[in-house]
């Protein structure tokens, strides 16, 4: 494997440097939202230039530990960890383990060198907020970091002393803890052992109650660290799982239901990890503990019927998103989907006693190629049931499946993508949130919409209303002339909405301009007794006229 490394800058005859007091904490500050704002600075800090706006400044984590080949603890649980809390994450791996669900076969630790070298690459350069530790297996490691800070100072230090796998492996010999108390304790924003490691860091105290812990976090804080969390997972003489927070003043007593369940690898790098990320995104340290002990809680409870591995610990679901069904089944977006789109309307479905789920299945079994659930005044927890049962149907017809406006129902419920409309959320606000894969369509009356529709990353333009509705009020109309230049500019495929039935249908599609798919479709569908029945004729329309447009082409040339 070989490596090419090349780059070039502008200010490459230019002194790019930053200067900042030694103090801790008084780098910067970040909102909860991650954007920066500047303390008041002490004249001893001085910020020359920077190689980037200010104000578009990325929370930064980097973790220093050892890799999981299982990818449930370590290094990975906290690239995923980060990744899932929306900050940026670099790594420094001190060691690479062999493990799985049964246990750590193999422990190879890196070079000493290597470690200083990873180190010296992310903190001079990287603008780094928060580091956080795990695997440290030797004093010199230690060492390594000890004065890594002192060189490249940090908003803050997270160490999770990481010396027994929770399958029992021994990841760090008994020589480095001297090391540890002298060297790094001190320099910590915040330590978060369980109890086995708490219990080793005090020289073999047991901790059997929640009274011992309070007596260990109070020790602990003792030896220098600006805050102690001691998590009681294992604690076994609590039915909860209660972990005591202590900031040298106050103790808190944060409890959670105990979550049974076999996937809890890498619970502890992951509390850390998290820890780390809230703090780097500017949270106070209680609310970052806060915040990492929810985060796990539900991650455990998400992922506590995932199935990886043979052995009697696995790894849980950092990103919430392993247990979607049919995910693998996902289709991608085609053009020709949009050749009849049926639009629900709730109001239609009460007037003729139809339920939704009847509906849509009736709309399918009549030739609709793509459904969208238009449900205005339906209650949210009513409306994501029915799309799931929706979602069904459709998936099994291989049948895109979107949702008017409400982004949360379609994450909720996996659909296939979202629709728009020009005063909803922002189309790239949208595909942040859905993901690449997923379809997302955009209402259009103009062709600076269009534009704006394919530069925003949409997949695929509504244009109209073509002709006069009731579905919507003031709604202005754009004609057949309107329709047609919106479909010129566009760069995406069009859907023709608004008034359209069996009456109409065959002029908007006998316009003839390519990328002008098909047409979506509410009353003249839905307001009526038969659905299938009425999908039925306006599918045979459309392709009769699509086919004569396509004849009458051929014969021109």
Not at 363 to 368: D, F, H, L, N
């Amino acid at each position: 494997m070989a490596f090419f490394l090349s780059y070039s800058t502008p200010f490459a005859h230019h002194k790019i440097s930053t200067v900042f007091s030694s103090k801790q904490g008084s780098r910067h500050a970040f909102d909860q939202f991650g954007s920066l704002t500047l303390k008041a600075m002490p004249e001893e800090m001085a910020l020359i230039v920077t190689n980037g706006s200010s104000n578009n400044k990325i929370p930064h984590v980097l973790t220093m530990a050892g890799s999981d080949s299982g990818a449930g603890a370590g290094i990975q649980a906290d690239l995923k960890t980060c990744a899932a809390r929306g900050v940026f994450c670099s790594t420094v791996i001190t060691a690479v383990t062999a493990q799985n669900t049964l246990g750590v076969q193999d422990v190879s630790i890196l070079p000493e060198e290597s470690v200083a070298a990873q180190l010296k690459s992310l903190l001079s350069d990287m603008h780094v907020d928060v580091v956080k530790t795990g695997m440290l297996p030797s004093t010199a490691m230690v060492k390594i970091l000890h004065d890594s800070l002192k060189q490249f100072p940090v908003q803050a230090l997270v160490v999770d002393p990481v010396m027994v796998s929770t399958s029992g492996h021994v990841l760090a010999g008994s020589s480095i803890l001297d090391t540890f108390r002298q060297d790094l304790l001190p320099m910590a924003d915040i330590v978060t052992p369980n109890i086995k490691e708490a219990s080793v860091l005090l020289g073999g105290v047991q901790l059997e109650t929640v009274t011992d812990m309070r007596s260990a976090a109070k020790s602990l804080h003792d030896m220098g660290p600006r805050n102690v969390l001691v998590k009681g997972g294992d604690l076994p003489s609590s039915s909860d799982a209660v972990d005591i927070f202590f900031d040298g003043k106050d103790f808190y007593e944060l409890r959670s239901s105990r979550i049974q369940t076999r996937n809890t690898h890498g619970t502890g790098c992951t509390m850390a990890s998290c820890i780390a990320a809230e703090l780097a995104k500017g949270s106070s340290m209680l609310s970052a503990v806060k915040v990492a002990k929810r985060y796990v809680e539900t991650a455990l409870e998400y992922g506590k019927g995932i199935n990886i591995g043979n052995g009697p610990q696995g790894p849980f679901d950092h990103m919430f998103k392993l247990k979607r069904k049919n995910s693998s089944k996902l289709r991608l977006f085609e053009p020709s989907d949009l050749f009849l789109y049926a639009v629900t309307d709730s109001g239609m479905n009460k007037k003729w006693g139809h339920s939704i789920t009847d509906a849509v299945k009736a709309a399918i079994e009549g030739g609709a190629t793509i459904v969208q659930l238009r449900e205005k005044d339906a209650e949210t927890g009513e409306f994501l049931e029915a799309a799931k049962s929706c979602l069904e149907i459709c998936r099994a017809h291989n049948i895109p499946l979107l949702i008017n406006d409400r982004v949360d129902i379609a994450l909720a419920c996996d659909a296939d993508g979202v629709h728009v409309g020009q005063s909803d959320m922002l189309v790239n606000t949208v595909r942040a949130l859905l993901g690449p894969e997923k379809i997302i369509g955009v209402s259009c009356k103009t062709p600076e919409h269009a534009l704006k529709a394919w530069a925003d990353g949409a997949d695929y333009i509504g244009s109209g209303g073509v002709f006069p509705t009731n579905t919507k009020a003031n709604n202005r109309t754009i004609g057949l002339d309107g329709l047609k230049t919106v479909c010129l500019a566009s760069k995406l495929p069009v859907v023709a909405i608004g008034g359209i039935n069996l009456s109409n249908a065959r002029s908007v599609m006998e316009l003839g301009v390519v990328n002008l798919k098909g047409v979506a479709v509410v009353s003249a569908l839905f307001d009526r007794e038969c659905v299938a029945v009425e999908t039925r004729k306006l599918h045979d329309l459309l392709t009769e006229t699509v086919a004569n447009v396509g004849s009458a082409v051929t014969e021109e040339v």
